[in-house]
């Protein structure tokens, strides 16, 4: 189907799907698939492998072709080390899958769980929709069970695939000691940042000459030697480096292992069919998991590898990469609190996927919020590849447009009333009546007004927040000079009755004025540009402790009249 109206705005998501239909064939079924390890937090960088397949998927619903968004989650890989802040004795799941391994906070049924379930919730906000495939469910239920048989047989093809893609070439005649370990390290690769831990990383020359693993039927690791394999009844034999259980598994019939990851990728876009799927750089240089699937894929399993867009790191606060092994790092669920989620959504959807990026939760927040809000008004206007962006982040075809503020109050104006009230949102709401933006209820402020509460209790430094004075500043009012005494007796007395943020701006700007014999609507000189500052930096003294802060008609309303009066000395 076409892509569009002639002359409309072209992007990368256009591009991607182009090729995902080209993949697919004209009429048929898109199968666009991602794939991410619940081995840690799933952090903002691994959110590039759910939310660029999403983009796709959405711009082909857009076109009105068939598409389906399929997520494999890799939870039957190793446990391979504990993480700080786990107690010592998990190190005895070490080698077992993900989903055997026990939650240790003791709240999801497992470990692989405990990752999962909070990048799902905040995807189901995110508006991002798939088809959750678990990789544990797909292999115990014997659903690979052809295709392990056919790379079992065809495993001295795969190894000619592998071997020539190692960067070091090993004698055929290794042991099988080490094959295993190659097995770990090309298992470990299937990690979202493809960091092996030290004992598979020191392994890595070795040859994996046998491309399925069993975990051990006695402890449940991964941790085995292959000694034999019977092709007439596919019964292969092994031993357990770690509980020294010798035994056997029929290929056949048991399900208790799965292909080793380079083998395991291709297999499945063949067994899925899937047309379009990205992947991070690690996993496209010469020799890694994309490069020898392309080969592996038509080879053996009769599919052709998907197209595919490779995307670029994302970095955190000058943090180069992100590794969700480290721990650490931000998630889509920490994002949440602070940003809307059209606004996270839009922060993958206006770059390439190629390009990286940082995201900063400090002072950067309140420009990407005014940016955000000026994108939308121009978006109402013009159409070119920035507003395209505005709306594929804006709206999903399922969920409609998702969730804005009615009355879209700027950011900055929200965090500056919320870092000076407290959080209190009643009083917030009242403030921002005042300011100009009128509303019904609270409600109508949201969800920007929550955020804007978080990201004043949670990001702004203590040394940058703003401290109201508890009673007047007796020394310095006793010591203002000549100037000073007549800005304040000015300010006082124009100050208005009733909280009104006009009436509120116009005295505090125009009270210098008055005092060099000018009236608030004149135009201010030189000299009187120089009085208000020092008039500001008097106010902010008296009222805050500082030499500067909020704006001070917002910070005049939010401190209520009577305070300000009572600070000041009246």
């Not at 031993?239 to 056997?248: A, D, R």
């Not at 920490?334 to 989620?341: F, H, K, V, Y």
């Not at 209520?560 to 009066?565: P, Q, T």
Request: aromatic fraction near 8%; hydrophobic fraction near 40%; glycine fraction near 6%.
């Amino acid at each position: 189907m076409a892509r569009g109206q002639q002359g409309d705005p072209v992007d990368w998501v256009t591009r991607a799907a182009d090729d995902a239909v080209r993949h697919a064939g004209e009429g048929n079924l898109v199968t666009v698939a991602s794939g991410a390890s619940p081995s840690g937090p799933i952090h903002l960088g691994n959110l590039r492998e759910f939310i660029t397949p999403h983009f796709v998927a959405e711009e082909l619903r857009r076109r009105g072709v068939p598409v389906r968004h399929l997520h494999s989650w890799d939870d039957y890989d190793r446990f391979r080390k504990v993480p700080a802040g786990v107690p010592a004795e998990w190190a005895e799941h070490i080698g077992r899958p993900l989903t055997a391994v026990p939650d240790p906070w003791e709240c999801h049924a497992s470990w692989a769980e405990h990752f999962k379930a909070p990048l799902q919730e905040s995807l189901r906000e995110l508006g991002i929709e798939m088809d959750e495939v678990s990789q544990t469910e797909m292999y115990t239920a014997g659903a690979y069970r052809d295709q392990v048989l056919l790379a079992v047989s065809r495993r001295d093809d795969i190894e000619a695939v592998l071997a020539k893609h190692r960067t070091k070439k090993v004698a055929p005649a290794e042991d099988a000691s080490e094959q295993e370990a190659a097995d770990l390290a090309d298992s470990v690769a299937n990690e979202d940042d493809e960091e092996g831990d030290p004992s598979a990383s020191a392994s890595a020359d070795a040859i994996a000459r046998f491309p399925y693993r069993p975990y051990c039927r006695q402890c449940g690791r991964d941790t085995v030697t292959t000694t034999a394999y019977d092709d007439a009844t596919t019964t292969l034999s092994y031993t357990c480096s770690s509980c020294g259980f010798v035994g056997t598994t029929d290929l056949s019939t048991d399900t208790d292992g799965k292909l080793v990851w380079k083998v395991d990728w291709p297999m499945r876009w063949a067994f899925e069919k899937v047309n379009f799927e990205p992947a991070g750089r690690d996993h496209m240089t010469p020799g890694s998991s994309y490069t020898v699937g392309t080969e592996i894929a038509p080879s053996i399993f009769d599919w052709r590898a998907p197209a595919r867009v490779i995307y670029a790191f994302v970095g955190f606060a000058g943090v180069q990469k992100m590794s969700s092994s480290a721990g650490g790092v931000p998630t889509a669920t920490d994002a949440l609190r602070i940003l809307e989620s059209p606004m996270l959504r839009w922060l993958y959807v206006r770059r390439a996927p190629t390009q990286a990026f940082d995201i900063d939760f400090g002072a950067s927040v309140v420009r990407l919020y005014d940016e955000w809000d000026a994108l939308g008004r121009k978006a109402a206007e013009k159409s070119d590849v920035a507003t395209l962006a505005w709306h594929r982040a804006s709206a999903t075809a399922a969920a409609g447009t998702l969730p804005t503020p009615t009355v879209p109050v700027p950011f900055r104006t929200l965090s500056s009333v919320a870092d000076v009230t407290a959080g209190s949102a009643d009083l917030i709401s009242r403030i921002i009546e005042s300011s100009g933006f009128p509303h019904d209820s609270v409600a109508d402020l949201e969800p920007r007004l929550t955020k804007a509460m978080q990201w004043t209790a949670e990001h702004v430094p203590a040394d940058e927040r703003t401290t109201v004075r508890s009673s007047p500043d007796t020394d310095r009012l006793a010591s203002l000079t000549e100037d000073e005494e007549l800005w304040l007796r000015i300010f006082l007395d124009r100050l208005p009755a009733e909280p009104d943020l006009d009436a509120v701006t116009a005295v505090v700007y125009g009270t210098p004025k008055v005092a060099r014999g000018l009236g608030f609507e004149d135009a201010p000189n030189d000299q009187v540009k120089a009085d208000q500052k020092d008039f500001f930096r008097l106010l902010y003294n008296l009222l805050v402790d500082a030499d500067r802060g909020p704006r001070l008609p917002t910070l005049v309303l939010a401190l209520g009249l009577e305070k300000v009066r009572q600070l000041l000395g009246a």
